[in-house]
């Protein structure tokens, strides 16, 4: 299948991407994409490497961010925010399901930024995601911020899956690079 043609090219392809070239967000290498979703390895000047799927729809953007860490956060941005800073309860709703209630949004700017920080509840939390047709970003009162195609989502997730269980070899490995956060 095409994710394990990915899996066995993608181990040099991170190393390649989050090596002495990358320098900044820019230095980004798409790996997968269908259909509303992509998957990139992204590389940072410091060695730090990222695997990101997103969707991007005007006039945002959802992304998922994994590092060499295992660790995994949830992007969400708009050009129609003006965040001042902070932490915010926020909400999801993935059609039709109830809504996933994630306290501890930190918002500026126009993003919004969640850290899945309980794995049994994040595993969950991106089951919906892959089975999903459209996530919205709820505000407290549960009204929406902003939604999201989540078309593809389930093959751009294993994709995300497999590109984070290589950067996770790269940083068991000790190869350079120390993996800190995405941007926001």
């Excluded at 961010?65 to 003006?82: A, E, I, K, N």
Aim: a positive charge; glycine letters at 14%.
């Amino acid at each position: 299948m095409i994710l394990r043609a990915l899996s066995a090219a993608l181990p040099a392809l991170i190393l390649a991407v989050a090596g002495a070239e990358a320098r900044t967000v820019g230095a980004g290498k798409v790996i997968f994409q269908s259909r509303d979703w992509r998957v990139q390895v992204i590389g940072f000047r410091d060695g730090a490497a990222f695997c990101v799927a997103e969707v991007m729809a005007a006039p945002g953007r959802f992304s998922v961010w994994s590092d060499g860490m295992g660790r995994v956060r949830l992007v969400f941005t708009s050009p129609r925010w003006d965040f001042r800073g902070g932490k915010a309860d926020l909400g999801l709703r993935i059609d039709e399901r109830p809504p996933w209630r994630l306290g501890g949004a930190v918002l500026l700017g126009q993003s919004a930024v969640f850290e899945l920080q309980d794995p049994e509840k994040g595993s969950a939390l991106l089951r919906d995601l892959r089975e999903g047709r459209r996530v919205v970003l709820l505000d407290r009162q549960g009204r929406g911020l902003g939604g999201w195609s989540l078309r593809g989502s389930f093959a751009a997730l294993d994709a995300l899956g497999e590109c984070k269980d290589a950067l996770v070899q790269r940083a068991v490995g000790g190869k350079k690079g120390k993996p800190s956060g995405p941007p926001g």
